[in-house]
């Protein structure tokens, strides 16, 4: 666990280091010290007003995520669950849309605000929803009424991007998600709820070593289930909703992180694990950037792209050396 | 006369609709083992799940250790009453160490991390249940009697005055089976602590236990002292089977010896 973080800590430092450096632009490390010390110059304004900022939000972005991910596999004790299944990024496209559609073109951080408030909205009406169900609310009730909802909102989504030209070139640009452009601005939309997030999830972090258990033993064991099981969805929810405010819809990193999290600490406490996943969803996030501005220059790749194509060979090896750990 | 571990007073129960437990009037001695015994489904399991608030009644009363049921808190309740439940359940990469310090949940406070404490509890539950050689072992890699004796240590850990296993000997062979029961004896006789335990088996049941509940449809059938309860005549009732209690020589206890008719069968 020691060893993993400190490695992590490292491949998130160098990732860093990296994404300052490159891009469009190569700069020498000379370059990149005297922006950080204040420079003036066209180099120095690209890599304070460009490169920092799209390297934080990823940074936070990834974290937001890969939390959200461990969250809502842990509450459902499900290890294919992401934050996608609580309608989160349907919710927040939808909203953006329609203010694209009421108000012409916006920036990247009216989207973000937009992003945001949807996200928010979605999680009140999930649990509304799941609230209204009463006695029968869980878990598994709060996934389908995400799911539902999400299909709903996708569905109200495509009919206004029929209607209205405009906001389907803006939106695809957003839809694929992505670091690149954001500003200060947009991180500061996204970090209350990943320090909420991350609060939250270590507050409740004994009571999810025990949730690993079924219910009737973590009920015993004196955990209040359905609470600590829904508190858990919320949290999610909350950052699912501050990631999609920073970087729009970025898919497969909550459900590739959490996995790698487990692969690197197998035996870490759930503190540990969150500890962990924060610092997987961080490094994935900030490489998968660094590699979308690499692999089409001088153009950029959809972030969505690059996770699905690093992300997706990951998984299955992870699921392969998982099934025969098992056997 | 010490207070009850457990005091139910028309207490009905369902699950969807189906009725499990129906006006239970039940008061259950503090210090003793007491066997739930009856047919399936005749609501053994959810006297114990509601005693341990962990299946709401729909109507009635309960009452633990003197104070009713909707008074304690989650914690405080672990600390007095510990349940393994029916077929736990639990990731196969966990090792048991780890499983059993899941046991000491409820006397962590707040951020702190293992004490000694609990370290302490820990080592005396694995000990107790001669699990400590494989303390390290993941429990997907254990045998079913160890598999057992693992979350039996876990519930141990829990260190409380009063245990409910919700038939704790279920797959083990009858040798697995008797050493489990033995250890429950000693954590009785020894400890001092009182044990529920859900039985199919009756002639575990006439061995081990002080005291027999027999259930029977949703309702309670008889209960007391054990020779009392498992008499022919009240295994005929419930289960609807002849039955002969045999002496054995040498042997404290009668063994209980169904005899199947055809008739019998046929009848249920």
């Known amino acids: ?327 | 006369m010490a207070e009850a571990l457990a005091r139910l007073r028309g207490v009905t129960a369902r699950y969807d609709g189906v009725t499990a437990l129906d006006l239970v009037d039940l008061d259950l001695p503090d210090g003793r083992i007491t066997a739930f015994c009856g047919p399936n489904g005749s609501g053994k399991s959810t006297a114990l799940r509601v005693m341990r608030r962990l299946h709401a009644p729909s109507n009635g009363t309960v009452e633990i250790a003197g104070r009713p049921l909707h008074d304690w808190s989650p914690k405080e309740l672990a600390k007095s009453v510990a349940m393994l439940s029916q077929s736990p359940d639990a990731p196969p990469e966990l090792t048991v160490q780890d499983l059993v310090r899941l046991g000491r949940f409820a006397h962590k406070r707040g951020f702190r991390g293992q004490q000694s404490e609990d370290r302490a509890a820990c080592d005396r539950a694995l000990e107790v249940t001669e699990m400590a050689h494989l303390a390290e072992r993941p429990i997907g890699r254990l045998s079913g009697g160890q598999l057992q004796r693992a979350w039996i240590a876990m519930t141990i850990a829990q260190e409380t005055p009063h245990i409910l296993l919700d038939e704790p000997t279920n797959h083990l062979d009858v040798s697995h089976a008797f050493e489990v029961l033995e250890l429950v004896k000693r954590l009785n006789r020894t400890e001092g602590r009182s044990i529920v335990l859900v039985l199919h088996d009756l002639n575990m049941a006439m061995r081990y236990a002080d005291h027999v509940v027999l259930f029977d449809q949703g309702r309670v059938a008889v209960a007391g002292p054990t020779r009392s309860v498992l008499t022919e005549d009240h295994i005929t009732e419930v289960f609807g089977i002849e039955c002969r209690l045999i002496e054995i020589e040498g042997q404290d206890v009668p063994a209980v010896v169904p005899l199947p008719s055809e008739q019998a069968i046929l009848a249920r």
């Not at chain 1, 406490?269 to 490094?283: C, D, H, K, P, R």
């Open chain 1, 1 to 327: 666990m020691k060893k993993s973080v400190t490695i992590l800590v490292l491949v998130l430092g160098l990732a860093i280091i990296a994404s300052l450096h490159l891009g469009l632009n190569v700069y020498a490390p000379a370059a990149v010290l005297s922006a950080l010390g204040g420079a003036d110059g066209t180099d120095a304004i690209i890599i304070t007003s460009l490169r920092i900022p799209r390297t934080l939000v990823a940074i936070c972005a990834g974290a937001a995520l890969g939390l959200s991910g461990f969250l809502v596999q842990a509450s459902t004790r499900n290890p294919l669950a992401e934050p996608g299944l609580l309608g989160i990024n349907a919710g927040a496209a939808f909203s953006v849309v329609l203010g694209i559609t009421l108000s012409g073109s916006l920036g990247l951080a009216a989207i973000g605000g937009l992003a945001l408030a949807g996200g928010l909205v979605t999680t009140a009406l999930v649990f509304g929803i799941v609230t209204a169900a009463g006695r029968t609310a869980g878990p598994g009730t709060t996934l389908l009424a995400g799911v539902t909802l999400a299909a709903m909102l996708a569905s109200l989504t495509q009919v206004l991007l029929l209607v209205d030209e405009t906001a389907l070139e803006t939106m695809l640009f957003w839809l694929s998600g992505g670091f690149a452009d954001r500003s200060f601005e947009v991180l500061a939309l996204g970090l209350p709820s990943l320090v909420i997030g991350l609060v939250g999830a270590l507050a409740i972090a004994g009571s999810l070593d025990v949730l690993r258990l079924d219910d009737d033993s973590a009920g015993a064991l004196g955990v209040r289930v359905t609470g600590i099981r829904m508190g858990a969805l919320a949290l999610g929810a909350l950052l699912a909703a501050g990631a999609v405010a920073m970087a729009g819809p970025v898919v497969f990193l909550g459900l590739v992180a959490p996995h790698l999290a487990r692969r690197l600490a197998p035996r870490a406490t759930s503190a540990g694990q969150i500890v962990v996943t924060v610092l997987t969803g961080a490094s994935i996030a900030v490489l998968a950037d660094i590699v979308a501005r690499l692999i089409v220059l001088p153009g950029e790749a959809p972030i969505g792209a690059v996770l699905a194509l690093v992300g997706v060979p990951i998984l299955v090896s992870l699921l392969r050396r998982k099934a025969e750990a098992v056997l």
